[in-house]
């Protein structure tokens, strides 16, 4: 079974571009998850979807970064525009939501992006 | 809202040695536990995990991690260490209510020395 996918696996960009990475969860999962890792500490949740809705999004910086989930499937994650402080790694999850306890993530290899 | 903290952000051990690292939760409702390892430059794996019944939980790698609800605790141990376990690990807490995503402590790295 193939497991999380995410592109590309790195990139560096001049602060005020835009960027964006992309997600493909595992099969059948419902459940997806947006985290941010920043350089020696653990990851912090940016969004979750549920299917196709956004339903925590309370981390997630809106004046400069946007996500969406089309036919809650892949999920592309934007910046727009990036600064210095956005430097980390973007880690994308799936899991599928039943009763909790049952839930585990499953994380992609991550983004490492570097804002110059 | 539920908090992590992992003491000892390096922790350096021989080969053959007992691994131990500290993981203590903080949380209002019962607590689901994680355990993830991560390797350089990858996603991160899931070791083990508490949800419910048996506080003594063995995952993959040798590794496991005992619930103490007493003591707030999750510590993960390995009675050898490999070589091959030199890596961040990182201890989750999440709930069964409101936001569901994992709350990560801020890591401990492992070194095994020959």
């Known amino acids: 079974e193939a497991g999380v996918v995410q592109s590309p696996r790195y990139k560096i960009i001049e602060k005020k571009q835009p960027v964006a990475f992309w997600c493909n969860p595992i099969s059948g999962h419902n459940t997806l998850y947006w985290y941010r890792q920043n350089l020696g500490q653990g990851p912090e949740l940016l969004i979750r979807?549920?299917?196709?809705?956004?339903?925590?999004d309370s981390q997630l910086p809106k004046d400069r970064f946007s996500a969406e989930r089309l036919k809650g499937v892949d999920s592309t994650l934007k910046i727009q525009p990036a600064e210095l402080g956005d430097s980390a790694v973007y880690l994308c999850a799936s899991s599928f939501l039943g009763t909790l306890y049952q839930e585990t993530q499953y994380f992609g290899p991550g983004t490492r992006l570097l804002v110059l | 809202a539920q908090s992590v903290t992992q003491l000892g952000s390096h922790v350096s051990v021989s080969e053959g040695a007992l691994v131990l690292l500290r993981c203590n939760y903080s949380?209002?409702?019962?607590?689901?536990l994680f355990w993830y390892v991560q390797y350089p430059n990858q996603g991160l794996q899931l070791l083990l995990k508490y949800t419910t019944g048996a506080t003594l939980v063995k995952g993959i790698n040798g590794f496991e991690a005992e619930f103490k609800k007493s003591e707030t605790s999750f510590h993960l141990t390995k009675p050898s260490a490999h070589m091959s376990d030199a890596a961040e690990y990182f201890c989750?807490?999440?709930?069964?209510?409101?936001?569901?995503?994992?709350?990560f402590g801020s890591g401990t790295r492992l070194q095994v020395q020959p």
């Open positions: 989750a807490v999440s709930v069964d209510t409101g936001r569901r995503a994992l709350t």
């Open positions: 979807y549920e299917n196709e809705e956004a339903v925590d």
């Open positions: 949380s209002s409702v019962p607590p689901y």
